[in-house]
């Protein structure tokens, strides 16, 4: 399928997009959305895909949401582009292959929600995160308010949604916001690394190390536990049999494709 603002690219089990709108620093607009939608239309029917990686065009991951197609909106329209983005943006959280951010550059506003949203941030040590939303007297319309809280604690977050400021990649990483920081040059290298080595284990197991973390996060303690011992006992049937075996005669496990 043909997109005016994706690249996309396959190869060993991983896909990989850029935002590409250099005109607007890769700002997300409706077309953006439609666009990420199909996309995962398509890679949610696809076993031979294991993992999404998502990054930026250029030297900017995502510098915010549109604010010349936001500017002409009313209140109706603006509830419908904000539900719009987090849907999209909830699609990710819940898609069965990991994803990965490679943020190599500016991911703020709703470019930050974005990363959010994603399993894994790995960030150049250029990239800045940042909801500057309350410098245009508004707030995250992206779940970046639910988000950040849950990932990189209450007081964190509301520190960077009142302020307005921007943090540095080591900042971030200190938040717990990003996993990893990488120069700019070896960034997209380590994240196949990483891509490519998710991509090499039981593809079940991947599958569902997500869904039961996940959902363990919207569950009491003791409910998350039971959770993980079903679906640790479904490998038994015959993902985990294989790996086990595989390990024990000391060979590569043959996974499913």
Known sequence: MDYKILKTAYSEHIATIFINRPESMNALNSLFFKELNQLLDDISTRQDIRVLVIS??????VAGADIAEMVGMNPQQAKEFSGIGQA????????????????NGF???GGC??????????????A???QPEVNLGLIPGYAGTQRLPRLGGLGNALFLLLSGNMIT???ALQMGLVQQVGEPESLLTEVRELAVKIAS???RAIKLVK?????????????????????FATLFEDEGIEGMQAFLEKRDPKWPD
């Open 56 to 61: 930026g065009e250029g030297k900017t991951f």
């Open 88 to 103: 999209t943006f909830r699609r990710l959280e819940i898609l069965e292959q990991p994803v990965i951010a490679a943020v």
């Open 107 to 109: 991911a703020l506003g």
């Open 113 to 126: 929600e974005l990363a959010l949203a994603c399993d894994i941030r790995i960030a150049s040590s250029k």
């Open 128 to 130: 800045r995160f940042g």
């Open 169 to 171: 990649a080591d900042q």
């Open 201 to 203: 284990r039981g593809p």
């Open 211 to 231: 869904q039961v973390a996940r959902k363990g996060l919207m569950m009491d303690f003791d409910s998350g536990c039971q959770l993980e011992s079903r679906e």
